[in-house]
C-alpha cells in the first residue's frame, strides 16, 4: 500500500484548527454572496490568489477581513459543518476546533446567534458525519482588552456554547504577553475547563515559559521556538506538555524558513510529545491527510510514528476517557 493509502486510512484527531480560518473558497465565495460582502474575487482561483502572506502581520489581516462573510447562526453552522465533513473525509474522528468570540462580537455579530450556530454545527458534524467536536475559545490577544474578560465571562457563563473544552490565546503574539491574560485563565480554569495558549511562533522560548507559568498551559499551540532554549525542550520533555505542531503554517508565515528546516524532528528526537495540526487549512491550502505526508516524505517520520502522533492527539485531548477508549481501539 502506498504511504498516500495508508496516512488516508489512518484514524486521526486533530487539535489545532482555526474555525475562521478553515472556510474553503468555495464556501467563503458562497457566504459573501449570501451577506453581500464583497471579497475582490468573484472565483476560488482570484480568492486563492490572495492568500500570500510576507508575515504574520498580513495573514491577521487577511483572517480578520474574512470574518465578515459570517453574520447569522446559519452562517456559523454551515461553516462548522463544511469543516465537519471535511475532516470526516480525512478519517478525523475527534476534532478541537478553536473559534474566537470576541472577534464576532467587536463587529456587532449577536452572540446569541454566533452561539446557536455553533451549537447547530456541532449537532450536524455529529449527526451527518460522524464528527465529535470540542470547542476552544481563545482570546484575541491585541484586541481583546485584558481587564475587559469577555472570552472567559462567555464561556464560563450559561450562555456559552456546548461542548467547550478548553480556553485559547490567539492573535498577535509580539507585544502581547500571556501574562496579561492570567486573571481571564484562572478564571476558565477554576470553571473545569483546559488551557490552551498559542505561544512560541512568532515570539521566542520567553513566551512559552509565560505561557506554562502563568495560564498553566495543558498544550501549547505551536511552540516549535522553545527550540531555541535547550531547558525548555528538556522541560517539555520531561513534562509531556504537548505541541500543536503545523508546518505548513510556519513555513508560509516565515516561523521558519522551510519545511526541511522545520524543527519537527529535533522535536520528536529530543522527546518531546508532538502533534500535527493544520492551523488554518484553508488559508495554507492544506489539509491533515497532507501534513502527515509531508512529515514522512520529508522528514523521514514513519507510519508507525504518524500513528503514535494520533494517539498523542487523542491522549492530549480533553475528550471524555471512555470516547477515547473508542477511538483508541480503532487505532489497534
Ligand atoms: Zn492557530
Known amino acids: 500500500m502506498s504511504s498516500a493509502a495508508e496516512i488516508a486510512q489512518l484514524p486521526k484527531v486533530e487539535l489545532h484548527l482555526h474555525l475562521e480560518g478553515s472556510l474553503r473558497p468555495a464556501t467563503m465565495l458562497d457566504l459573501a454572496e449570501r451577506n453581500r460582502v464583497d471579497l475582490g474575487a468573484t472565483s476560488a482561483e482570484e480568492l486563492t490568489a490572495q492568500?500570500?502572506?510576507?508575515?504574520f502581520d498580513d495573514f491577521l489581516h487577511l483572517f480578520l477581513q474574512g470574518l465578515t462573510?459570517?453574520?447569522?447562526?446559519?452562517?456559523?453552522?454551515?461553516a462548522t459543518a463544511a469543516l465537519a465533513e471535511e475532516l470526516a473525509g480525512q478519517n478525523v474522528r475527534y476534532a478541537e476546533v478553536t473559534t474566537t468570540p470576541f472577534n464576532h462580537h467587536r463587529r456587532g455579530i449577536d452572540m446569541a446567534a454566533y452561539v446557536e450556530g455553533l451549537n447547530e454545527g456541532r449537532r450536524r458534524a455529529?449527526?451527518?458525519?460522524?464528527v465529535e467536536l470540542g470547542w476552544i475559545c481563545d482570546i484575541p490577544r491585541?484586541?481583546?482588552?485584558?481587564?475587559?474578560g469577555f472570552t472567559a465571562d462567555l464561556i464560563t457563563g450559561p450562555d456559552a456554547p456546548d461542548g467547550v473544552v478548553?480556553?485559547?490565546?490567539?492573535g498577535a503574539e509580539i507585544g502581547f504577553p500571556a501574562e496579561l491574560f492570567e486573571a481571564s485563565f484562572g478564571r476558565a480554569i477554576d470553571s473545569g475547563l483546559g488551557s490552551v495558549p498559542h505561544a512560541g511562533e512568532t515570539v521566542g522560548p520567553e513566551s512559552v515559559w509565560g505561557a506554562i507559568r502563568a495560564l498553566h498551559a495543558n498544550r501549547i499551540g505551536h511552540g516549535v521556538r522553545s527550540m531555541?532554549?535547550?531547558?525548555?525542550?528538556?522541560?517539555?520533555?520531561e513534562t509531556g506538555i504537548p505541541l500543536e505542531v503545523s508546518v505548513t503554517s510556519n513555513v508560509l508565515l516565515r516561523v521558519v524558513p522551510s519545511v526541511e528546516e522545520h524543527p519537527l524532528r529535533r522535536l520528536l528526537d529530543a522527546g518531546v510529545t508532538v502533534t500535527l495540526n493544520t492551523d488554518d487549512p484553508a488559508?495554507?491550502?492544506?489539509?491533515l491527510n497532507s501534513e502527515l505526508q509531508l512529515a514522512y516524505d520529508v522528514h523521514g517520520v514513519t507510519i508507525d510514528e504518524l500513528k503514535q502522533l494520533q494517539r498523542n492527539a487523542?491522549?492530549?485531548?480533553f475528550a471524555p476517557d471512555l470516547f477515547k477508549r473508542t477511538v483508541a481501539a480503532d487505532f489497534g
Do not use: M, N
Not at 531555541?228 to 520533555?237: G, I, K, W
Open 51 to 55: 492568500y500570500t502572506f510576507e508575515s
Open 69 to 78: 462573510v459570517l453574520q447569522t447562526a446559519d452562517d456559523f453552522a454551515l
Open 126 to 130: 455529529r449527526w451527518d458525519h460522524g
Open 142 to 148: 491585541e484586541l481583546e482588552p485584558p481587564e475587559l
Open 166 to 170: 478548553a480556553i485559547g490565546l490567539g
Open 228 to 237: 531555541e532554549d535547550p531547558a525548555l525542550v528538556d522541560f517539555l520533555a
Open 283 to 287: 488559508y495554507f491550502s492544506t489539509d
Open 314 to 317: 487523542l491522549e492530549a485531548s
